[in-house]
């Protein structure tokens, strides 16, 4: 069983497109994340969600729209796509925040999103 | 922001040989950690050490961390082909703060 699984792995579209991404983890966790990923492997920390709350959002365009349904749903929505948008999008889990629980993080598999 | 930063950014070794990548990073920490990543996977929990820890292990893995110089290594002995990988060390703060992630260095390691 996939523990962190997102949909759809690939991903390929027009700018000006609005696209999601989906994720689910069966971890039974309370915090979610999104991370992109750069073309050189660079990783950023996106949004942080803690039981459906947004607790982090760092300086992303409001073009990107993080959504949790419930505790194990965080979806990623991305409206008016650009070029730069380009990228593999991870989404992550862990109990509790991480610096308080010290915590490791669970990834799924990523999203590559190309933009054309 | 990015804080750690891993040297070097590319590793070619042979299998049998001890490989050692180290991070350094600019702030305080409350916590480091190690992820490996496969190629076209996501990143896979390694190993933890808290700020009051000086070294940890965890099967071929030795972890070691200088608060005093902003650092630490990771050393992978008697290293395997399957365990070429990008290995990224990451950092929290304290309080809320999430995983500040470094830029990764990349294990070759032919059979």
């Known amino acids: 069983d996939t523990a962190v699984s997102q949909t759809p792995k690939y991903l390929v579209t027009q700018m000006g497109n609005d696209k999601s991404i989906k994720c689910e983890q069966n971890?039974?966790?309370?915090?979610m994340y999104w991370y992109k990923q750069d073309s050189k492997k660079f990783l950023k920390i996106m949004f942080s969600?803690?039981?459906?709350?947004?607790?982090i959002n760092e300086t992303v365009p409001n073009r990107f729209s993080p959504k949790s349904p419930d505790k194990a749903h965080l979806n990623l929505h991305i409206n008016s796509l650009e070029l730069g948008d380009s990228a593999v999008y991870f989404c992550?889990?862990?109990?509790?925040?991480?610096?308080?629980?010290?915590?490791?993080?669970?990834f799924g598999n990523g999203t590559r999103l190309t933009v054309t | 922001s990015q804080q750690g930063e891993e040297d070097p950014q590319a590793l070619s070794i042979q299998e049998g040989e001890n490989a050692t990548m180290n991070c350094s990073y600019k702030?305080?920490?409350?916590?480091l950690q190690w992820y490996r990543q496969n190629s076209g996977r996501g990143l896979v929990h390694l190993i933890l050490?808290?700020?009051?820890?000086r070294e940890k292990h965890s099967g071929r893995l030795r972890v070691t961390l200088d608060t005093s110089k902003k650092s630490s290594s990771l050393l992978i002995t008697a290293s395997r082909a399957a365990d070429t990988a990008s290995y990224f060390c990451?950092?929290?703060?304290?309080?809320?703060?999430?995983?500040?992630f470094g830029k990764g260095t990349m294990l070759l390691v032919s059979p």
């Open positions: 992550a889990s862990s109990q509790g925040e991480v610096s308080l629980w010290a915590s490791p993080l669970h």
């Open positions: 971890l039974g966790h309370d915090t």
């Open positions: 969600y803690n039981n459906k709350e947004l607790i």
């Open positions: 702030t305080s920490i409350n916590n």
């Open positions: 050490i808290r700020s009051n820890e």
């Open positions: 990451a950092t929290d703060n304290g309080g809320y703060s999430t995983l500040t």
